[in-house]
Protein backbone atom coordinates (compact mmCIF):
# COMPACT_ATOMS: atom_id res chain seq x y z
CA UNK A 1 0.00 0.00 0.00
CA UNK A 2 1.46 3.46 -0.78
CA UNK A 3 0.12 6.86 0.48
CA UNK A 4 0.06 9.54 -2.07
CA UNK A 5 -1.15 12.95 -1.47
CA UNK A 6 -3.32 11.27 0.77
CA UNK A 7 -4.82 9.22 -1.34
CA UNK A 8 -4.27 5.34 -0.17
CA UNK A 9 -3.60 2.83 -3.36
CA UNK A 10 -3.76 -0.76 -2.64
CA UNK A 11 -1.43 -2.96 -5.62
CA UNK A 12 -4.81 -4.13 -6.54
CA UNK A 13 -6.05 -0.65 -6.98
CA UNK A 14 -9.04 -1.50 -5.24
CA UNK A 15 -9.25 1.52 -2.84
CA UNK A 16 -11.55 -0.15 -0.32
CA UNK A 17 -8.86 1.32 2.36
CA UNK A 18 -9.18 5.01 0.98
CA UNK A 19 -13.27 4.45 1.26
CA UNK A 20 -13.04 3.40 4.60
CA UNK A 21 -10.83 5.96 5.69
CA UNK A 22 -12.50 8.58 3.95
CA UNK A 23 -15.73 7.66 5.43
CA UNK A 24 -14.64 7.75 9.01
CA UNK A 25 -12.83 11.38 8.38
CA UNK A 26 -16.31 12.15 6.99
CA UNK A 27 -17.83 11.19 9.62
CA UNK A 28 -16.23 12.96 12.26
CA UNK A 29 -16.48 15.90 10.66
CA UNK A 30 -19.88 16.30 10.28
CA UNK A 31 -20.70 14.94 13.71
CA UNK A 32 -18.48 17.56 15.04
CA UNK A 33 -20.07 20.25 12.70
CA UNK A 34 -23.59 19.51 13.55
CA UNK A 35 -22.35 19.45 17.67
CA UNK A 36 -20.88 22.12 17.79
CA UNK A 37 -22.45 24.79 15.45
CA UNK A 38 -26.15 23.91 15.55
CA UNK A 39 -27.53 27.07 16.53
CA UNK A 40 -26.03 28.62 12.84
CA UNK A 41 -29.04 29.60 10.58
CA UNK A 42 -28.87 26.89 7.71
CA UNK A 43 -27.32 29.16 5.26
CA UNK A 44 -24.21 29.90 7.64
CA UNK A 45 -24.37 25.98 8.39
CA UNK A 46 -24.79 24.61 4.93
CA UNK A 47 -21.57 27.08 3.88
CA UNK A 48 -19.74 25.25 6.95
CA UNK A 49 -20.96 21.89 5.92
CA UNK A 50 -19.44 22.30 2.71
CA UNK A 51 -16.33 23.58 3.63
CA UNK A 52 -15.35 21.16 6.58
CA UNK A 53 -17.37 18.08 4.96
CA UNK A 54 -17.82 18.65 1.36
CA UNK A 55 -14.42 19.43 0.76
CA UNK A 56 -12.65 16.26 2.37
CA UNK A 57 -15.40 14.20 0.18
CA UNK A 58 -13.92 15.97 -3.26
CA UNK A 59 -10.42 15.81 -2.14
CA UNK A 60 -8.70 13.51 -5.12
CA UNK A 61 -12.11 12.36 -6.31
CA UNK A 62 -10.52 12.03 -9.51
CA UNK A 63 -8.10 9.62 -8.61
CA UNK A 64 -9.72 7.21 -6.58
CA UNK A 65 -13.39 6.99 -8.02
CA UNK A 66 -12.98 6.70 -11.75
CA UNK A 67 -12.22 3.25 -11.57
CA UNK A 68 -15.78 1.45 -11.27
CA UNK A 69 -16.46 3.25 -14.45
CA UNK A 70 -15.90 0.91 -17.45
Do not use: C, H
Not at 54 to 70: C, E, F, M, T, V
Request: glycine share 4%.
Amino acid sequence: MIKDLGVFFDPDLSFVLQEEIKLIGLRNAAEITRRNFMYLSEEAFGLLYKTLVRSQLDYANSAWNPYKIR
